[in-house]
């Protein structure tokens, strides 16, 4: 099923190709004066300059073919040559209702899906989470399940940092406190205890601890460089202990991230490559791709056309260690002979934009990654404070992602009781609407936004059940419920969807057969704030339209039908596209 747009547009290149033109210049879009139609091309005026014609004249022309169509209420001309178009009540009944006949909703599958691989989250073994990572998850899930719904094959990967100098600095901490501990003697031929010696707590307690004293104490930092060393080099001990830590680390982090209803396929880490290094540069030797440089490796993948000097990509230093480019390498080489993936995603911050342009320039040129491969890193800002600043604790420090949530709930909750939400319920269910309510205002607040921008996180603001808020999303979704609710209890039922007599009804229709333009946008962008925008728009068409159209009291017995209808299609909609920004929504509040 082709959208609104799409089905305009076929019209209006047909009349255009039709006219002598080319069929390109009858892109139609929604109007940007509404008080002139409901969509409008402005085709003409380009193919006046290429035809050497007057716009005005091309868009007569293409009016006049356009007349024969019984779609349109009223077709009109403005200024040098603007098409608007004004479609007929009946044509957009009988759109709305093919809409709501159909499953998807009128939201048609890419034509070839892909086998797409989203790396997202980017959490580390034994570091707690904090709003650092909160964007990544955010927008990643968003993406990951706007991809699958579109048709693609999709697979998200949260790629942990597991195989860096944290390691080794956590076990250098542990062997000072507790030096008794097998995976410390030399000579020990196991079994190792299959239960870990510290649990999540103790690794949150001991890793801060280990990084600050590495910092000021050069002794413990070569320790910690060479414990790094040998656990990268297979040592049994320092194997089995980074195992717990990975385990009783993933645990933690699963937990967290089911908090924010965000769900991994894969747990793969930067040390689930490691087997796939030593090979991979041997090769990229051998085809002259690596170099040696003052005892380190590198590669160079400068462009004759770059306006900046490009640094080469270091593959492995003087020591012999390797860095995050060569695993995210050799993690490009795994996805894309393992898992045959065809277009890779990174939800990964701005600041890293340098880094994978130079591991992607790599991959392409040395063949790891064909031509035919998509890499893409789609970055994002910083979420700040109030003060403009990263957002952090009342202390100042940074805040972890554990005590956000608490404090976007306790927040939910307080608004709850201030709008009288969710009065007389039990504490159970209270809790759990408050629970989604908060998780709504955090991600509708970063959602909402251009992901590639920074954005101010103000909780006051973003709790609200008023305003473009998440909140607001989800009273509105729930109001619609309640309504269909009451209707069956009385026993009535939605019917058929009969053309609009009022313009709060018209324009609700129009905002819903908006879904799949907004979704491919989205799709395309790789932006989920088309999505934010076109749902919240969708609230406020409902919301006037439940204020103007007294549903559950109109006494036409069709036109209530026809109303109860629409309420359940923009219930369906709005479901649909909280769900793929993430959101969920409460049976009722």
Known sequence: ??????????????????????????EVTVSNRPDLGHFQCNGALPAAKAYGRQSREIAQHIADRLQTQAIFKEIGLAGPGFINLTLSD???????????????????????????????????????????????????????????????????DVHLGDWGTQMGQIIVELAQRRPDLPYFEADYTGPYPQESPITLADLEEIYPAASQQAKSDPAYAEAARQATAELQNGRPGY?????????????????????????????????????????????????????????????DISEPDDKKPMPPLMLRKSDGAVLYG?????????RVQELAAELLLYVVDHRQRQHFEQVFRAAYKSGIAPAQVGLEHNYFGTMNGKDGKPFKTRAGGVMKLKDLIELVEAAALARMAE??????????????????????????ADLMNQRSKDYIFDLDRFSSFEGRTGPYLLYTAVRAHSILQKAAEQGLAPGPIRPPTMAAERLVMLQITQLPDALHMAYETRMPNHLADYVYTLANEFNRFYNT????????????????????????????????????????M
């Open 326 to 334: 060569t695993t995210d390498l050799a993690t490009i080489e795994m």
């Open 239 to 299: 194997r089995a202990l980074w195992q717990h830590f990975r385990n009783i680390s993933v645990a933690g982090l699963k937990e967290d991230y089911d908090k924010l209803n965000i769900h991994f396929d894969l747990w793969l880490g930067e040390s689930d490559v490691q087997e796939l290094l030593d090979p991979m540069i041997a090769r990229l030797q051998a085809q002259g791709y690596a170099t040696e440089s003052d005892g380190a490796l590198i590669m």
């Open 549 to 588: 159209c007294h549903i559950l009291r109109e006494e036409d017995a069709g036109v209530q039908a026809s109303w109860l209808a629409l309420t359940q299609l923009f219930r369906r909609v709005m479901e649909q596209a909280l769900t793929l920004l993430g959101i969920e929504i409460p049976e009722r």
């Open 90 to 156: 009946n044509f957009l009944a009988e759109f709305v209702q093919k809409m709501a006949d159909d499953e998807r909703l009128g939201v048609g599958p890419v034509g070839q899906p892909r086998r797409v691989l989203v790396d997202y989250g980017g959490a580390n073994v034994a570091k707690p989470m904090h709003v650092g990572h909160l964007r990544a998850g955010i927008i990643g899930e968003s993406l990951k399940r706007l991809f699958r719904f579109m048709g693609d094959h999709v697979t998200g």
């Open 419 to 444: 709008s009288h939400v969710a009065e007389g319920y039990d504490d159970a269910e209270r809790q759990e609407i408050a629970r989604m309510v908060g998780l709504a205002a955090l991600k509708y």
């Open 1 to 26: 099923m082709q959208s609104l747009t799409q089905h305009l547009t076929t019209l209006v290149s047909d009349a255009f190709a039709q006219s002598g033109y080319d069929r390109h210049y009858g």
